[in-house]
């Protein structure tokens, strides 16, 4: 099965990019979706468009232990009765000096054609939540 | 050494909010480097044919090569060799490529390739650092500020 991993390191603290992955009111401003969940293991979380109404993305919380680690199973909603189709994002954040996190996104379990649009999606997400967090404003690029 | 050899690709694509020049500049120009690569300076006309090198902080030598292909502000392709490796590993190539996405965002795809094979250690030794050189840059050209991550040294030490 196919993975995808992207590092970044970020001027922020890991709770600051915590914060960007789980919640809605700094994930809008570079995700052009919101993550809605209450982020604890067990809970259904979801990728919403700005509109509030399209599910893009939805999945399980699989692991929570904020702010350094977040693994989430992640498919379209019309997958949702096939298991076997899938994936898995794991996300590890920490302190890699004072001032500057790392984080790694790590896809697995891809099926090519999830491969091709997550490997495109990943830096572009990555580097707009980079800019925000660094300067305030997301790099614009949508 | 290793007997498990590798010809994989590195590939990095990070987005840049700036206009094409700076991101060619923050590459070719040590004034910029020196703040994002690991305190490396470059030296080059980087004209085609040429000869480029990345000097460490104190002036030794890290890795030489030749320009293979310049198309400023938009290609830049080098012969790549880690010249304190004894005996010397093969040349890998790595490029840059920076294309506009509209909306004054730039995308930089770093791609590293090896026409011959090398050890699977040297390939993830490349995976770790190029993440942090081009947050770092990312960070400069945004920001004014790079990200002052730590310099590591060669494991070994430089054998010249």
């Known amino acids: 099965m196919n993975s995808f991993v992207y590092v970044t390191y970020i001027q922020a ?50 692991e929570s232990d904020p702010p350094k680690r977040l693994i989430i199973s992640w498919f ?67 | ?3 498990d050899l590798t010809t994989e690709d590195t590939v990095y694509i990070i987005y840049i909010a700036a206009q094409p020049q700076k991101v060619w500049d923050a590459l070719t120009i040590s004034e910029f480097t020196k703040r994002y690569f690991f305190g490396r300076s470059v030296e080059s006309d980087w004209k085609k044919g040429s000869s480029w090198m990345l000097r460490m902080p104190d002036g030794r030598v890290d890795v030489k090569g030749v320009v293979r292909e310049a198309d400023p502000p938009r290609k ?18 790595v490029t840059y490529e920076i294309e506009d996405t509209g909306n004054g965002v730039m995308r930089l795809t770093m791609t590293e390739s090896h026409p011959t094979a090398i050890p699977r250690a040297w390939l993830e030794g490349g995976r770790k650092g190029w993440p942090m050189i081009l947050s770092g840059l990312k960070s400069l050209i945004e920001t004014g500020k790079p990200l002052g991550l730590p310099t590591p040294m060669p494991p070994e030490g430089p054998r010249k």
């Open chain 1, 13 to 62: 603290t890991p709770q600051k990019v915590w914060d960007a992955i789980t919640k809605p009111d700094v994930t809008r401003q570079f995700w052009m979706h919101t993550n809605d969940s209450d982020w604890k293991a067990g809970s259904d979380w979801r990728h919403t468009r700005l509109d509030g109404d399209t599910v893009d993305v939805q999945g399980k919380v699989l």
């Open chain 2, 1 to 3: 050494m290793t007997s």
């Open chain 1, 76 to 142: 379209a909603p019309h997958k949702a009765a096939n298991p076997e189709l899938h994936s898995r994002v794991q996300f590890d954040i920490s302190e890699h000096k004072p001032g500057i996190a790392r984080l790694e996104v790590s896809h697995t379990d891809l099926q090519p054609d999830v491969l091709n649009g997550v490997s495109i999606g990943w830096p572009q997400v990555l580097s707009n939540m980079k800019s925000l967090l660094e300067t305030g404003k997301a790099a614009s690029m949508w």
């Open chain 2, 76 to 93: 830049l392709a080098v012969s790549w060799i880690v010249d304190w490796i004894d005996p010397k590993p093969p040349e890998a190539i």
